[in-house]
C-alpha cells in the first residue's frame, strides 16, 4: 500500500467518525427541541422569553445540521501550534454536543474541543489565504474531493520547510470544480474559496462594501458566503432583521436561492426591484427614455408636485354649494386656502393632513352658518327671518348663555356628517395609495404638466401612458417614494399581479370571518385544561369566565407563525439587518433610496461590473450612487480573475467590451478548453432550424445545462422553451433574463439585432457572450459585427460531410 493509499484510508476513517458525531449531534438536538417546545411549567415572562429564545436557538442549529451532510468536511490544514485541523460546512466537537443555547449558538472555538472547524471561523482562514510567501503558520493545506459520505481523493500543497516537489497540485479541486457540467442551482464554493475572494468574505465592516467583477469572477458567490460569513460573526444583531437579496430577474433568484440554505441561512428574502414592494409583480420595461427619467432623482420633486397638485381648492369664481337643514353655505377660495395652508403647515403627510384640512373646513363654515342663522337672534341689530324661527324653538338668546354654543354645535355636527360635504372634500383632498397618485398621473397629460414643469416636454411625453396601471420596473421604487408621501389612506391594495394591463379589485366582505372549526376545538380544549387545573370545590375566576372558546380561537388565529422571510417580504416597513444586490449597476438613483430606506444600519454588500451596465439610469460610477447616502464610508474590492469564462471566450467578448468601453479590460479566465467559439450564417427564416441543428451538436459535446440567447422577439422554434434535448432542458432568454446566470453551452442568436449604436447595446452583447462555461456557438442570418470576427466561421456538421 502506497503511502498516499495509507494517509486516503486514515482520512476516510476520521470522516466517518465525522458523520458519526453529525449524526448522534442531530439526535440530541432534536431531543432538546421537543423539551423546549414542551416545556410549559414556567409561567413568568421570562421564563417564556428564555423558552422562545431555546426554542430559536434549537431550531436554528437542528437547520445547520440538517444542511451539512453534503460536503461536511472539505479539508484539512497541519498548524504549527494546534496540530491538524479539519475544516468544514460547520462546527463539531469532542463533546456529545453543545449544552445549552448558549453553546449551541456561541462562535467561540476551542480547537482543543473540536473535530471540525467551521469554515468561518478565523482559525480556518489560512486553509484559504495561506501562500508560499505568507503560509500563515501552517505546514500543509489538504483539499478532499468527497462523493456523498465518501472520501474519493485528496490533494496536499506543503508550505515553508517542507515544500517541494511532493505538492499534488493546489489547483485540482479549484479546476476540477470549475470544469464540472453545471446543474439548475448555483453552487456554493465553500470549499473552493480563493484567497482574494476570501479577504472580500471576511471584511471586519458591516458597512457598505461594493465587489465589482468581471463576467466569472465568482462576486455573487462572494456576496453570499459574506452574508454566511456576517451572520456567524453577527448573528444576534443580524439575524432579528434577516436578509435581503434583490437581483436582476426571478431566474436569477431561482438560480442562487438555494446556496444560502445549504450554508445553513434561510432568514433571507428574495427579491428582484419589479417586486419589491408589497402587492406589485411587475417585469415589464419601461423605454430607454421613461428609464432614464423614473430613475432620476428628479423625480422626487415630480411626485412632491403631483401630490401638491391634489390639494386643490374651490375657484374664485365658482365657489361650493353645501346645503344645510336650515341654511345654504358656500365653501370658496377663501375658506379652501385657509385650511389648505393649514393642513400643508403640519408637516403631516398627505393622507393625514387630510383630517386637518377637513377640521379647519368645517369649523370655518360652522362659523358662517351660526352668524347667518342667528343674525337677530344672536344679534339683535341684525334681524333675520330665520331668527323668528330659531328663536321660537331654542328661546331668546339673553334668555340661555348656551344657546350660541349648543347652535354651533349641531351645525358642527351636521356639516361632519355631511354626506354632500365629504364628496366635495374628497374632491378637493383625496384620500390616495400610491397606485391612484401614479396611474392618474402618468395617464394624464395635464396633470404631467403641472406636475413637471422642471422637464423638457420631450421627457414629458415619455412619462404618458394610456393605461396607468400598467406598471414597470421603474414605476416600483416611484410607489415606494409616494408610501412615504402620502401615508395610510385606512385601506390597503392587495397583493396583485400589475403585468397586465388592468387591475380587478373585489369589494371587501364587511361580514366577521367565520371561525375555523378546528381552531374552535382546540380552544375549546385549552379552556377545559385551565379549568380542571383549579380545584372545583373552591370558588376561582375560571378561564371561560374570561374568554369564551370562540374568542380565544380568534386569538389563535391571530398568532402570525411565519417565517421571519415571510413577515419580511409581506411588510413594506420592515428594516433589514443585511441587504445585498446584485447587478447593482443597474440600479437607478430611485432605486437606491428604495433600498437605503430598508436597512437604515447601511449593512450592505453591492455586487456589480459598471462595464456590464444596461440602464440609462444606472451607476456611471459607484460613488455618484452612493456618496449620497453612505459619503465616505463604503470599501470598494475587485476581483479580476475569472473562474467561469473560458479564454477561448474571453478572447471573442474583449473585442465587444471594447465597444462598451476602450479602457476597459476583461478579468483574466483561469483555463482555456482549446476550443474556439464559432460562428455560422443561416439564410433568412431557417433561423429555428439552424438552433435545433446547434443544440443538437452540442449536446453530443457538453453536459451540463444548455441556453439559447436571443433578443426579443427573435423567430425562435416552436415550443422551444418547454423541450428538452437529449433529456437536457433547453433554457430559452433574452438578453435580459441571462443575466447572472451560466451554462455549460450556449447558443447566441442573431448578435448584430443587439448593437444599436449605443452602450447599452454593447454592453447587452457582452453579457449574452459571457453566460457559457464551455462551449459558444452563434448564428446569425445577417453579417457578422466587426467586433464579432474573432469567431471561427463554422458550418454545420451535416453540410460539411
Keep these: ?30 431531543k432538546a427541541l421537543d423539551a423546549a417546545l414542551q416545556d410549559s411549567g414556567e409561567t413568568s415572562l421570562e421564563a417564556r422569553w428564555l423558552r422562545d429564545a431555546a426554542v430559536d436557538t434549537w431550531s436554528d442549529r437542528k437547520r445547520r445540521l440538517r444542511v ?36 449551541a449558538e456561541s462562535t467561540e472555538v476551542d480547537v482543543s474541543r473540536s473535530l471540525l472547524i467551521d469554515w468561518r471561523a478565523p482559525v480556518a482562514r489560512p486553509f484559504y489565504t495561506a501562500t508560499g510567501a505568507n503560509p500563515e503558520g501552517i505546514s500543509r493545506r489538504r483539499r478532499f474531493r468527497t462523493r456523498g459520505r465518501a472520501l474519493v481523493d485528496f490533494a496536499d500543497e506543503r508550505f515553508g520547510d517542507n515544500a517541494s516537489g511532493e505538492d499534488d497540485g493546489s489547483d485540482a479541486a479549484l479546476l476540477a470544480a470549475i470544469s464540472e457540467a453545471r446543474s439548475d442551482g448555483m453552487r456554493d464554493i465553500v470549499a473552493t474559496i480563493q484567497a482574494a475572494q476570501d479577504e472580500v468574505i471576511r471584511l471586519g465592516s458591516t458597512g457598505v462594501v461594493v465587489v465589482e467583477g468581471g463576467p466569472g469572477t465568482g462576486k455573487t458567490a462572494v456576496a453570499l458566503h459574506r452574508v454566511a460569513y456576517l451572520l456567524y460573526e453577527h448573528r444576534e444583531r443580524m439575524a432579528r432583521r434577516g436578509v435581503l437579496l434583490v437581483g436582476p430577474n426571478p431566474g436569477f433568484l431561482d438560480y442562487v436561492s438555494g446556496v444560502l440554505p445549504a450554508l445553513g441561512e434561510t432568514d433571507v428574502v428574495f427579491t428582484t426591484l419589479g417586486t419589491l414592494m408589497p402587492g ?26 403631483a401630490v401638491l397638485d391634489r390639494q386643490r381648492i374651490p375657484h374664485d369664481d365658482d365657489p361650493i354649494e353645501i346645503e344645510l337643514d336650515d341654511v345654504t353655505l358656500w365653501l370658496d377660495a377663501e375658506i379652501g386656502t385657509l385650511a389648505r395652508d393649514a393642513a400643508r403647515a403640519s408637516r403631516l403627510v398627505h ?68 354626506i354632500a360635504l365629504a364628496a366635495e372634500l374628497d374632491e378637493l383632498w383625496p384620500m390616495l395609495t400610491p397606485q391612484r397618485l401614479l396611474a392618474e398621473l402618468f395617464s394624464s397629460r395635464d ?18 401612458r394610456e393605461n396607468g396601471r400598467a406598471w414597470t420596473v421603474s414605476d416600483v421604487p416611484l410607489l415606494d417614494e409616494a408610501v412615504d408621501m402620502l401615508g395610510s389612506d385606512g385601506t390597503e391594495e392587495g397583493p396583485a399581479d400589475y403585468s397586465a394591463d388592468y387591475l380587478i379589485s373585489a369589494e371587501d366582505d364587511d361580514e366577521e370571518p367565520p371561525v375555523d372549526p378546528e381552531e374552535l376545538d382546540y380552544a375549546e380544549g385549552v379552556l377545559e385544561i385551565l379549568d380542571t387545573e383549579e380545584d372545583p370545590d373552591e370558588e376561582v375566576l375560571r378561564a371561560v369566565d374570561l374568554m369564551a372558546a370562540d374568542q380565544l380561537a380568534e386569538r389563535q388565529g391571530e398568532l402570525d407563525l411565519r417565517s421571519l422571510a415571510e413577515r419580511a417580504s409581506s411588510d413594506r416597513n420592515w428594516t433589514y439587518g443585511h441587504v445585498v444586490v446584485d447587478e447593482a449597476q443597474e440600479l437607478s438613483e430611485m432605486d437606491w433610496r428604495a433600498l437605503m430606506r430598508r436597512c437604515p444600519t447601511r449593512s ?8 456590464q451596465r444596461e440602464s440609462p439610469a444606472g451607476a456611471g460610477t459607484w460613488s455618484s450612487m452612493l456618496d449620497k447616502h453612505v459619503p465616505e464610508r463604503w470599501a470598494y474590492r475587485q476581483l479580476t480573475v475569472n473562474y467561469r469564462t473560458p479564454a477561448d471566450i474571453m478572447d471573442v467578448a474583449a473585442s465587444v467590451l471594447a465597444e462598451v468601453d476602450p479602457s476597459l479590460r476583461p478579468p483574466a479566465s483561469v483555463r482555456r478548453t482549446g ?60 438578453p435580459h433574463a441571462a443575466k447572472g446566470l451560466e451554462f455549460d453551452a450556449v447558443v447566441l442568436c442573431e448578435p448584430e439585432r443587439m448593437l444599436d449604436g449605443s452602450r447599452a447595446g454593447a454592453a447587452e452583447l457582452y453579457v449574452s457572450l459571457t453566460r457559457a462555461t464551455q462551449r459558444l456557438g452563434v448564428l446569425h442570418s445577417t453579417p457578422l459585427p466587426r467586433c464579432l470576427s474573432g469567431l471561427r466561421v463554422d458550418v454545420p456538421q451535416s453540410v460539411a460531410s
Excluded at 429555428?688 to 452540442?698: I, S
Design 447 to 464: 396633470r404631467l404638466e403641472v406636475a413637471t414643469t422642471m422637464l423638457s416636454s420631450d421627457d414629458r411625453e415619455a412619462l404618458y
Design 68 to 103: 451539512a451532510d453534503s460536503g461536511l468536511c472539505f479539508g484539512r490544514i497541519d498548524t504549527e501550534r494546534d496540530g491538524p485541523l479539519h475544516v468544514g460546512r460547520i462546527g463539531l466537537s469532542k463533546d456529545d454536543t453543545a449544552n445549552s443555547p448558549e453553546q
Design 280 to 305: 406589485v409583480r411587475t417585469a415589464r420595461q419601461d423605454g430607454q427614455d421613461a428609464a432614464r427619467i423614473k430613475g432620476s432623482e428628479v423625480m422626487v420633486e415630480v411626485l412632491e408636485a
Design 675 to 734: 476550443v474556439a467559439p464559432w460562428a455560422r450564417e443561416v439564410a433568412p427564416g431557417t433561423l429555428a432550424d439552424g438552433v435545433r441543428r446547434a443544440l443538437g451538436e452540442l449536446t453530443d459535446e457538453v453536459e451540463g445545462t444548455v441556453a439559447v440567447i436571443a433578443p426579443s422577439g427573435t423567430l425562435l422554434p416552436t415550443g422551444l422553451s418547454s423541450s428538452t434535448v437529449d433529456g437536457r432542458d433547453v433554457a430559452v432568454l433574452t
Design 1 to 30: 500500500m502506497s503511502r498516499h493509499e495509507g494517509e486516503l484510508r486514515e482520512e476516510q476513517t476520521y470522516l466517518v467518525g465525522l458523520y458519526k458525531r453529525l449524526d448522534a449531534e442531530r439526535v440530541w438536538v432534536s
Design 604 to 611: 450592505m454588500t453591492i455586487v456589480g461590473d459598471l462595464a
Design 351 to 418: 393622507n393625514q393632513a387630510r383630517a386637518v384640512f377637513d377640521h379647519h373646513v368645517i369649523e370655518a363654515l360652522t362659523l358662517r352658518a351660526v352668524a347667518k342663522i342667528g343674525a337677530g337672534w344672536l344679534n339683535p341689530e341684525q334681524p333675520d327671518p330665520m331668527a323668528v324661527e330659531v328663536a321660537a324653538e331654542l328661546g331668546e338668546a339673553e334668555e340661555d348663555d348656551g344657546l350660541a354654543e349648543n347652535l354651533t354645535a349641531d351645525v358642527r355636527a351636521e356639516l361632519s356628517g355631511s
